[in-house]
């Protein structure tokens, strides 16, 4: 058997073999970015859905935070008055810690669906209009001076 006894030799039958290749065909470059319109679009509703939403639960916080900081002031808790109570009392409010939430998530979602969509329209850039690369004939590499130039 030899060093790897684990490894069983399989007895093939004589016949065709058949090899992978493992050099791929080149294929064609691509001229514009595929991506259909229809996901961009869709991208864009969300965007401004998830921007409405941030707008509504920022209020909601907002309103939420104002009734929180008059009802302790009439106790005489204050940020200036009483730090420590106040940061304590805000950080046991339920509602608070709720709309607080919901504001994070609807950043984030504006975050994500706003990142999607810059990062296709570079891609389209890139992909599609040879007028944003740098031309390869009067670039000079590893040279500080010449980042700072403009054209």
Known sequence: MGRFPHVARTCRP??????????SVPRPART?????RGYV????AKLLEAEAALTAMSEKYERTK???DRCYARHGITPEEDIVN???AKGMNPELKFWYAK?????????????????????RRMLGDDGYRVPEHGRVRNNRRALN???
């Open 14 to 23: 004589p016949g065709r073999v058949i090899a992978m290749s493992t050099v």
């Open 32 to 36: 514009a970015l595929s991506v259909p």
């Open 41 to 44: 679009e869709y991208l864009q």
């Open 66 to 68: 104002a009734r929180f």
């Open 86 to 88: 106040y940061i304590n």
């Open 103 to 123: 504001v994070e998530h609807f950043q984030r979602e504006v975050t994500a669906y706003g990142a999607a969509l810059t990062g296709l329209d570079a891609a």
């Open 149 to 151: 130039r403009a054209g």
